[in-house]
């Protein structure tokens, strides 16, 4: 017999959603979010966490899944979490937890055993330990693990109902949340990203030189990277020449746009002033957010009018999770093609 659970599920989801705490990164701590997870029958779960770089496993057991959190090398980081012994361990998925001592019904509470919201620890710091030894001097406290993790219930399907049987859990929706103190590899990670993307915004000497000597009026404008990177290479106009684009403010007000310079040699501001293409106005540049250089065909815009047929390479300028616009040299002049949102 194979039941999925109902309204001992409101009961849990309502549980839930009382304990329901921020799944947020804080000052030295990482934090995950699996949120709508599925498992079903014999199989395990697994979910491979990049930062780091460990595996969030379901473990398919006789009744149900055991909470696993493996690092690189398959060492169970949760394998402290109290109780060590005795009553029901919050790692235990098991379908027998949700039923009464003799199978025929939910469980009230004559079964000792962790409900709807599963509470376990772990601790990085037992990497390449070999594992928890608990009489070990000095070892890791399991009662004070700096990892904590949460993982509710969402909804299940129990089988083997029958009095007398012991239920078994054969379907899981689930999500879990797992904080913990950043780890070496993460921190090297973000020096990393940090180094990087310093790099990208850094206005070089060179760069302040090259745009110069292209026409960029320093004691009218300055270059500015609130754009990342500082800096586009491409063919803006398919003469086989290297062009750049670089975003600028006016220093008078702020006001932002973009120095376009082709070949190195003719330089132009553009979203300053007027209206490019049919939408384009200056007042978009004020907003946008990020960056990239387009190659290739032009796709169809929002506007139902047809793409332009570009000349050589395009910028693509826009708003974060909304619209953005595609900047192009006609021949003549840079006009705009809007994308949409």
């Known amino acids: 017999m194979r039941i999925f659970i109902t309204a001992a599920m409101l009961a849990v989801a309502a549980f839930s959603s009382a304990n329901a705490q921020p799944c947020e ?18 199989r395990d779960f697994n979910e491979y966490l990049e930062g780091p770089e460990w595996t969030f496993q379901l473990k398919r057991a006789p009744h149900g899944w055991d909470i696993r959190l493996n690092d690189e090398n398959g060492l169970d980081l949760t394998q402290m979490t109290p109780p060590l012994r005795g009553a029901p361990n919050p790692r235990q998925l098991y379908g027998w937890h949700f039923r009464n001592a003799d199978n025929t019904g939910a469980n009230k509470g004559d079964v000792n055993a962790p409900q709807g919201l599963r509470l376990f620890g772990f601790d990085p710091a037992l990497s390449g330990t070999g594992g928890y030894r608990p009489n070990d001097a000095g070892g890791v406290n399991p009662e004070n693990q700096p ?41 090297q990670k973000e020096a990393a990203e940090v180094a990087a993307m310093t790099e990208l915004r850094k206005v070089t000497p060179e760069l302040i030189e090259m745009m110069g000597d292209c026409g960029l009026d320093y004691q009218t404008y300055q270059i500015t990277p609130y754009l990342t990177p500082v800096e586009l290479g491409g063919d803006f106009d398919a003469d086989d020449a290297h062009d750049q684009a670089v ?37 978009y540049f004020d907003s946008i957010d990020w960056w990239s250089l387009h190659t290739g065909p032009a796709g169809q815009g929002a506007g139902g009018t047809p793409p332009p ?7 693509l300028i826009g708003k974060e999770g909304a619209s953005s616009v595609l900047i192009y040299w006609t021949g003549d002049a840079y006009s705009a093609y809007w994308q949409g949102d």
Not at 160 to 172: C, F, I, Q, S, V
């Open 25 to 42: 990164p804080s000052e030295g701590r990482s934090a995950m979010l699996l949120s709508s997870r599925e498992v079903a029958g014999n």
């Open 147 to 187: 990892g904590r993790g949460a993982l509710t219930i969402e909804d299940m399907g129990l089988a083997d109902l029958a009095p007398g049987e012991k239920a078994r859990m054969n379907y899981l929706k689930f999500n879990v949340c797992m904080t913990w103190p950043k780890t070496d590899k993460e921190k």
């Open 247 to 283: 975003p600028v403010i006016r220093k008078a007000d702020g006001k932002r746009g973009l120095f376009l310079c082709r070949a190195g040699t003719w330089g132009q501001v553009v979203g300053m002033t007027g209206r490019m293409g049919a939408h384009l106005t200056p007042a």
């Open 309 to 315: 047929a570009l000349k050589g390479d395009a910028i």
